[in-house]
C-alpha cells in the first residue's frame, strides 16, 4: 500500500525568505502523480503543484516549486518570497497513474508560519 | 463559477442519530468525490463518482457509511446511527476528468460533532 510521511509537523519562516517543507513517499508503482495542497484556516484545500513521475523536470508554478527525487521517493516543496498569506497546513498527497487521480494518499501535513 | 458548496458547514448531533450533508460541484464537473479529514490528519478517501456512477464505495468506513448523487450533480453522504469517532470534517471536492489530467476543487467541508 502506498504512504506518505510528512515529517515536520510545524515549520516558520519570515516574510520574504525561503522555506522547503519535506515529504517522502513509498509505492512500488512507476508511474502516478504527487501533489501539494494548501489548507488556510477557511478549510478550503488547495492545489499548489503537481507532478507526473515519469516527468523528469520539476513543476515550478511561480513562487512554489518542488524537488522530485524519484528514486528516493522524495517530493519536497520550496516556496519563495514568503507571503503572509502563505500561513497554513501544507498536505504532500499520491495518486495512481490512471483511473481517478482524485483518490489521493494524504500525508499528516505541516503547518506553516509565515511571520513579518 | 461559485465552487464547490457544502451544506451545512457546521453539524452538531447526539450519538445514535443519522445524519446528512450535501456537496454542490461545479456544474460541469463530471466527477465527485468525499473525503474525511479528522483532527491533526490529512484528508482520508471516501468515495467517488463519475457522473450518477459510483466507481469507488470500498472505502467507506462502515454500512453505516452511504453516499448518492441521483443525478450527476449534488451528492449526499449519509451516517446513519453516529458516534463519537464519526467527529471530523467531511471534505467534498469535484473535477472535470479530461484526458491528461483532473484537478480538484474542494468545498469549505461540513465540520461534525457527536455527543
Known amino acids: 500500500a502506498q504512504t506518505v510521511t510528512q515529517s515536520q509537523p510545524e515549520m516558520s519562516v519570515q516574510e520574504a525568505e525561503t522555506v522547503t517543507l519535506s515529504c517522502t513517499y513509498d509505492?512500488?508503482?512507476?508511474?502516478?502523480?504527487l501533489f501539494w495542497y494548501k489548507q488556510p484556516p477557511s478549510r478550503q484545500m488547495i492545489l499548489v503543484i503537481r507532478?507526473?513521475?515519469?516527468?523528469?523536470q520539476n513543476a515550478t508554478e511561480n513562487r512554489f516549486s518542488v524537488n522530485f527525487q524519484k528514486a528516493a521517493k522524495s517530493f519536497s516543496l520550496k516556496i519563495s518570497d514568503s507571503q503572509l498569506g502563505d500561513t497554513a497546513m501544507y498536505f504532500c498527497?499520491?495518486?495512481?497513474?490512471?483511473?481517478?487521480?482524485?483518490?489521493?494518499?494524504f500525508g499528516k501535513g505541516t503547518k506553516l508560519s509565515v511571520k513579518p | 463559477d461559485t465552487g464547490v458548496s457544502q451544506n451545512p458547514r457546521h453539524k452538531i448531533t447526539k450519538r445514535g442519530q443519522n445524519v446528512t450533508f450535501r456537496c454542490d460541484p461545479i456544474?460541469?464537473?463530471?466527477?465527485l468525490y468525499w473525503y474525511r479529514q479528522t483532527l491533526g490528519q490529512g484528508p482520508e478517501f471516501l468515495t467517488y463518482?463519475?457522473?450518477?456512477?459510483?466507481?469507488?464505495k470500498s472505502r467507506l468506513l462502515s454500512d453505516r457509511f452511504s453516499a448518492e448523487r441521483p443525478k450527476g450533480s449534488f451528492s449526499t453522504l449519509e451516517i446513519q446511527r453516529t458516534e463519537q469517532g464519526d467527529s471530523a470534517m467531511y471534505l467534498c471536492?469535484?473535477?472535470?476528468?479530461?484526458?491528461?489530467?483532473?484537478?480538484?476543487?474542494f468545498g469549505s467541508g461540513t465540520q461534525l460533532s457527536v455527543l
Open positions: 471536492a469535484s473535477s472535470l476528468a479530461l484526458q491528461g489530467g483532473e484537478k480538484l476543487f
Open positions: 509505492t512500488s508503482e512507476s508511474n502516478y502523480y
Open positions: 507532478q507526473e513521475a515519469y516527468k523528469q
Open positions: 498527497a499520491f495518486s495512481n497513474y490512471g483511473g481517478s487521480q482524485g483518490n489521493l494518499i
Open positions: 456544474s460541469e464537473h463530471n466527477r
Open positions: 463518482f463519475q457522473n450518477e456512477a459510483q466507481l469507488e
